[in-house]
């Protein structure tokens, strides 16, 4: 009997060991994540991609592609709207943004790496372009310019928990690089989907397709906002947020802009709403323009042919 009650014990024991470690890690956060998209995205975990920095396949924890209820009209220039997620969990790091004030003017200059079409874009030297106009007016209609300021740095502080009250021993040592390497992914991630998918889609014929990627990093912990003043640090929690990052395509070789949203695991629900406003709002800034902007398209390629020529 007490050989059985060791047993017992020592299968309780391992078990909360485990449940302890897993829920450490990023993966019960993922499937949260992923059973809140299912109801309006068709949802890939694990989504394989090929690093071509570092020469090798990696994975991105989850790649969404937004069911649309209303096409109609867009035969011409298809509309893809996908988000490419990065779940992390802390419970033992605190993460740190800090912000400047953002400029209001938004311009999708902010998001060019985000938003790819294969409407052709002018000669070299030449300004403006169908291409340029089509980016612009679905600039507007995203969420990125409803906010104030923007982080253009980040830390991440190690907090040891000393007791029920909260109290912790902060840990100035260094060496855990978490938020970079999500980012990181982020870039590849999209850079290597965008010409993939130039490779699938003659870029010198009809339809057009127009892309728009939404880079997100969902974190389960501590989540700041930090304002410097005088010498001084104040900070603020934050449930959502957002960072400005520039990144060299290993494949056009081009310096490309992402703005990636930082959302707390307690907010995503709510975040999705803002998305759901961003594609509605594209969708139905294309749908008025369709045919404007198709009738452009195929003026501004007919011309680059004949110039070509």
Same mark, same amino acid.
């Given at each position: ?21 897993? +829920? ?46 209303? $096409?109609?009209? #867009? ?18 790091? +605190? ?16 998001? +060019? ?11 070299? &030297?030449?300004?403006? &372009?169908?291409?340029? #106009? ?51 992914? #982020? ?108 009738? $452009? ?13």
């Amino acid at each position: 009997m007490a050989e059985k009650e060791s047993k017992t014990d020592e299968k309780k024991n391992l078990e909360e060991y485990l449940r302890a470690k897993i +829920s450490e890690s990023g993966y019960p956060l993922e499937i949260e994540i992923s059973g809140l998209l299912d109801s309006e995205y068709f949802v890939n975990n694990t989504y394989y991609y090929f690093d071509k920095e570092a020469e090798s396949g990696r994975s991105i924890d989850i790649y969404a592609f937004a069911k649309f209820s209303d $096409r109609t009209g #867009l035969d011409k220039i298809m509309p893809f709207c996908n988000l490419v997620i990065e779940c992390k969990k802390s419970n033992s790091y +605190s993460w740190i943004f800090f912000t400047r004030p953002y400029n209001k003017d938004f311009r999708f200059e902010d998001i +060019s790496g985000q938003i790819k079409s294969s409407v052709p874009k002018p000669m070299f &030297g030449e300004m403006g &372009g169908v291409d340029a #106009l089509i980016r612009s007016a679905l600039c507007s209609d995203l969420h990125y310019a409803s906010f104030e300021r923007i982080a253009i740095a980040y830390d991440e502080i190690k907090t040891n928990k000393q007791d029920s009250k909260c109290a912790v021993n902060v840990d100035s040592s260094r060496g855990r690089n978490e938020i970079f390497e999500a980012i990181m992914q #982020l870039h590849k991630f999209i850079c290597f989907q965008v010409h993939r998918l130039e490779e699938n889609f003659p870029i010198d014929d009809e339809p057009d397709f127009l892309m728009i990627f939404m880079p997100i990093l969902v974190f389960d912990g501590n989540l700041f906002e930090a304002f410097p003043n005088s010498g001084m640090i104040d900070l603020q929690r934050r449930k959502h947020l957002l960072i400005k990052t520039n990144f060299l395509c290993p494949y056009c070789k081009k310096i490309e802009t992402f703005t990636i949203d930082v959302v707390h695991r307690s907010y995503f629900h709510d975040f999705m709403q803002i998305l759901k406003n961003d594609f509605q709002g594209s969708l139905k800034t294309l749908q008025i323009n369709h045919e404007h902007f198709a009738e $452009r398209a195929k003026n501004q390629r007919t011309e680059l042919k004949r110039q070509k020529s």
